[in-house]
């Protein structure tokens, strides 16, 4: 129920949902153009993706290459990604929870 008994302003509401979505657009813009990096090794592979998780750089160290050894080298770039991953997913959650923590009850009528 609404306070008082009443219905919602729908005008009100419409001007709090295109606000939420505004700023949820601005965030996924600003993860977008954001960039974190990873590394492994030392620092002998470093990665670099966006905050929404698109890789967009990666570089090798010449002494993490080792054509004799191939499968330390894939395993050094994996985990420079999923290190630059946790990353983005840390500043996702930061810049996106508190937008999105206003979806759970934010709009007062709605169910979600």
């Given at each position: 129920?609404?306070?008082?008994?009443?219905q919602?302003?729908?005008?009100?509401?419409?001007?709090?949902?295109?606000?939420?979505?505004?700023?949820?657009?601005?965030?996924?813009?600003?993860?977008?153009?954001a960039?974190v990096?990873?590394?492994?090794g030392g620092?002998?592979?470093?990665a670099?993706v966006?905050?929404a998780g698109?890789?967009?750089a990666?570089?090798?160290?010449?002494a993490?290459?080792d054509?004799?050894?191939?499968?330390?080298?894939?395993?050094?770039i994996?985990?420079?990604?999923?290190?630059?991953?946790?990353?983005?997913?840390?500043?996702?959650?930061e810049?996106?929870?508190?937008l999105?923590?206003?979806?759970?009850g934010?709009?007062?009528?709605?169910?979600?």
């Amino acid at each position: 129920m609404f306070p008082g008994g009443g219905q919602p302003n729908m005008q009100q509401l419409l001007k709090q949902a295109q606000k939420m979505q505004q700023d949820l657009a601005k965030a996924q813009q600003e993860l977008a153009e954001a960039k974190v990096n990873g590394s492994a090794g030392g620092g002998l592979v470093e990665a670099t993706v966006t905050g929404a998780g698109e890789l967009v750089a990666l570089t090798i160290a010449p002494a993490a290459v080792d054509p004799e050894d191939t499968e330390t080298l894939a395993d050094l770039i994996l985990a420079a990604v999923r290190d630059a991953n946790q990353a983005a997913q840390k500043m996702q959650a930061e810049r996106m929870g508190p937008l999105t923590q206003g979806m759970g009850g934010g709009i007062p009528g709605l169910p979600f």
